[in-house]
């Protein structure tokens, strides 16, 4: 009976210190930030020093690219290392109502399920994350919005026409956070007021000065890690932390507060190099955007609006937007600064993996274009730093095409946690490949994952079949791209980085195209037909649509209300049309 005891406190002794060999994980996730930040070559008057000393503790990726560029498939793709083209999910449906999804860990499940205690605070997930969690901080929040003084939130007072009607109060919004006494709205006769919160509930948010108001909701979360890192620092024998830390900024809308706009005076901002015609060779406005311009020509529109509102001054348009980009973007180096202040003078940070990064990036007018979801390189790069003690080198730069679907199974590998991270036999096994051979050696041959980062792209649809949707390929010196309709870009990024020349078109280059063209689509799977739906289910398909079908509003569809709605529908499309 002694011995028993006795070795049941000896294996629990050996649990005690293989908990605390575990190394920490702190992921820094940001939304909408593309490559300028410092070290990333992205716009040289980008300030984010605090950034830059992570990055310096690190190895940064330059070519990190994201599996597709909008924001809640990418983040449910990197969450759970599965494809697009794996989950099918591609678009903006829940992502725990996606089949493989559901039976899949999400890198945080799988960290708790292996003795982590995860606790996250923002924006990580786009949504629904909240009980991945062992515990979880704020909601994601996208403001500060301006309110016009009754029910409506609106485009910042300082953003013109027809920019902030076009748009709205998210897209449609860039300024500082300033004081709005005296301001009043043209439409209510109200005054401005600011507001924040999450989609559920808003509140007003107080302003008197930079010195003097509420916290932003980013402001909020850096404040929560902060606390929960200094708990942390003083424990001795607290299980390992798995902690997401998601910041909104520079999502839109572009409000910050003034000091951070004061950094970068109008008349001093940069504008990219931008090419008048770049877009003449290109093909994503071909794409049928159905119920969704997002999908099609979103971007194509900001742009253009933009600059329709500053009078037809692009150039004056584009340093507005870029000024406020900016200012957003050096917003969140500062709380990144907070959160790292923590780990880098207390005992975390030499048993912690710190990784900061983005779900893509955002383009700045380059081929007439502002907006995300394009597979050109603005939209399909972002920032990657990883630092993980003991195993990366500090201050290196890597050059190996990768792509956020690799980062689940690093830190599996870095952690030592089972490689299973399926739920069941629904769920699929992890897509990506560790990078911790090119932690150690930035440009290692050793790297075991594909030559080429792959990147789908979002665009509106009922049901998504991988084998039509538009794709990318990122290899280290070419870009590939196929859109859905079978229409082609490929561009030497070797010697055109701006990706302007579209050699596609160039029959000179159609053995290359075909190299291309076999490698994606041996890639991605074969089609996958929408199976077909039962009769009830059709029914609950045609109320989501058509919710005034309802004819005795008790929340049901009966059959005899849809047949007798249905023949209103097409006796209405039988009307002659003017």
Not at 355 to 381: A, C, P, V
Not at 484 to 509: F, I, M, Q, S, V
Request: hydrophobic share 35%.
């Amino acid at each position: 009976m002694k011995i028993v005891r006795f070795t049941c406190l000896l294996l629990a002794a050996v649990c005690v210190v293989q908990a605390k060999e575990k190394p920490n994980v702190l992921l820094i996730i940001c939304d909408d930030l593309n490559d300028y930040v410092e070290g990333f070559g992205g716009h040289p008057q980008a300030k984010t020093p605090h950034i830059k000393r992570l990055a310096d503790s690190g190895v940064s990726f330059l070519q990190a690219h994201c599996n597709i560029p909008i924001c809640n498939p990418s983040r449910a793709s990197m969450m759970s290392g599965l494809y697009p083209h794996t989950s099918q999910c591609y678009g903006f449906e829940n992502w725990d109502q996606n089949e493989v999804l559901k039976n899949s860990r999400t890198m945080m499940g799988h960290f708790r399920a292996n003795g982590y205690h995860a606790l996250g605070t923002g924006k990580v997930m786009h949504n629904r994350d909240e009980k991945e969690w062992n515990e979880y901080g704020h909601a994601s929040d996208y403001g500060p919005f301006a309110n016009d003084g009754g029910k409506k939130d609106v485009a910042h007072p300082d953003t013109p026409s027809p920019f902030r009607e076009e748009f709205g109060a998210i897209d449609g919004s860039y300024g500082p956070l300033t004081n709005l006494d005296g301001r009043v709205s043209p439409a209510t006769g109200k005054p401005y007021v600011w507001r924040t919160g999450n989609w559920k509930s808003k509140h007003e948010m107080r302003y008197l000065s930079d010195d003097d108001r509420d916290p932003t909701g980013d402001e909020l979360n850096a404040q929560w890690a902060v606390e929960k890192l200094k708990g942390y620092a003083k424990q001795k024998d607290a299980k390992p932390f798995f902690m997401g830390v998601g910041f909104v900024r520079p999502h839109t809308p572009l409000i910050v507060p003034q000091k951070y706009f004061d950094r970068f005076p109008l008349d001093s901002i940069q504008l990219p190099d931008i090419r008048p015609d770049d877009a003449n060779d290109t093909f994503k406005h071909t794409l049928n955007a159905k119920e969704d311009t997002r999908g099609g020509i979103h971007g194509n529109r900001m742009h253009d609006l933009l600059v329709k509102s500053h009078g037809g001054d692009r150039e004056l348009a584009l340093k507005k937007f870029i000024q406020a980009y900016l200012a957003s973007v050096a917003s969140v180096d500062d709380l990144v600064g907070q959160v790292m202040q923590v780990v880098d003078n207390s005992s975390l940070k030499d048993n912690t993996i710190v990784i900061f990064t983005s779900d893509h990036g955002w383009g700045m007018g380059e081929k007439g274009y502002l907006y995300k979801n394009s597979l050109w390189q603005e939209s399909t790069r972002v920032p990657l730093v990883v630092r993980s003690p003991g195993v990366s080198k500090a201050g290196v730069f890597s050059r190996i095409p990768v792509s956020l679907v690799d980062l689940y199974p690093t830190l599996v590998e870095l952690c030592g946690l089972p490689a299973k991270t399926r739920k069941n036999d629904k769920g699929k096994p992890l897509d990506g490949h560790s990078l911790k051979p090119l932690l150690l050696d930035p440009e290692s041959k050793q790297w075991k994952g594909p030559r080429a980062a792959l990147t789908a792209m979002y665009k509106w649809a009922n049901y998504y079949d991988p084998a039509y949707q538009s794709y990318a390929l990122r290899s280290a010196d070419w870009r590939y791209v196929r859109y859905e309709n079978g229409k082609e870009e490929l561009y030497h990024t070797a010697e055109d980085p701006h990706e302007w020349k579209n050699l596609a078109l160039d029959a000179r280059h159609a053995k290359r195209l075909t190299t291309f063209r076999k490698e994606l689509l041996a890639r991605i799977p074969e089609s996958k037909p929408e199976p077909k739906k039962s009769a009830e289910q059709w029914k609950v398909l045609f109320f989501k649509r058509n919710p005034k079908a309802d004819a005795n509003k008790d929340g049901k569809l009966s059959w005899a209300e849809l047949k007798a709605y249905k023949a209103k529908l097409d006796a209405n499309k039988k009307q002659p049309k003017d």
